[in-house]
């Protein structure tokens, strides 16, 4: 349930800008540099996937798309506008955000989890939050029932399902999803992909997803980029990220899984 007082989306240009973005943290005998003048951008429609190394900066770049860690130097524009100036609008309620853990509250119901940002926005009747809230609980594949169950009576891939109803109830234009699919048995991550995908389609979603999976990968990016060396090195079609010679894009698509990749690549053709 979109804000109408907030901006609305622009009508053309990426709806992610980054440009020149530095991320460092400050230890206490140190700094560390995450990110060293790292670009990127996502259009309208796309479904982004980022893939890199573990600790490359892939849930450090999420965390700078939302405003959640600032850059030390450079520029993040989400949705046509400087982060800075989106945050002061509520940057969370036109953006969907998918935490790697669900992060549901565990003390809540499926459907108060659901409808706590609508909450939030202390401005709308109780009854149409929780008929809202009910609305994504269905387009995520929640069956009514499920509304007044707890957190840990769900299923892994029903807490996904319930956190994304979340993400989505303010119906945001841009989704961004860590690790959707980790930690699901095949048959669930199978069934999440597919919901993913028709929720993009049907909602004309933009999506940022990082992800190790290959299967959830090619099964729903339409670009790929890749973390290494602090920076984005390369973007484009699976196929053009496999071409390009680096030692992580060998290792992560053309050693032993490569063989996955390749068959993938066969099986999703339009990914190509
Ligand atoms: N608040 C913080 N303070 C200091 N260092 C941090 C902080 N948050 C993240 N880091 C460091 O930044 C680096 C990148 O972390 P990030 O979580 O983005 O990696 P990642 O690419 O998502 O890794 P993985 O695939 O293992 O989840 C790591 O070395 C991490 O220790």
Known sequence: MADPTLPLVPADGPL?????????FD???R???????????????????????????????LRQMLGLERPASGEVRMLGQPLQSLSQHGASSRIGMLFQHGALF????????????????KTLPSRLIEEAAMVKLQMVGLKPEDAEKMPSELSGGMIKRAALA???????????????TAGLDPDSSDGFVRLLRSLHRE??????MVTHDLDTLFELSTRIAV????????VGKPREVIAFRHPFIEEFFLGERGQRAMELLREYPFAI
């Open 16 to 24: 992610v800008e980054i440009r020149k973005l530095w991320s460092v």
């Open 227 to 234: 973390l290494a060396d602090k920076r984005v090195i390369v």
């Open 166 to 180: 979340r993400a989505l109830v303010m119906d945001p234009p841009l989704l961004l999803l860590d690790e959707p």
């Open 106 to 121: 565990s003390a809540f119901t499926v459907l108060e989890n659901v409808a706590f940002p609508l909450r939030e926005l």
């Open 31 to 61: 700094k560390v540099v995450i990110h060293k003048d790292l670009d990127l951008s996502v259009n309208r429609g796309e479904v982004l996937s980022i893939v890199g190394g573990s600790g490359s900066g892939k849930t450090v770049l």
């Open 203 to 208: 909602l004309a979603l933009t999506v940022v």
């Open 27 to 29: 230890l206490p005998d």
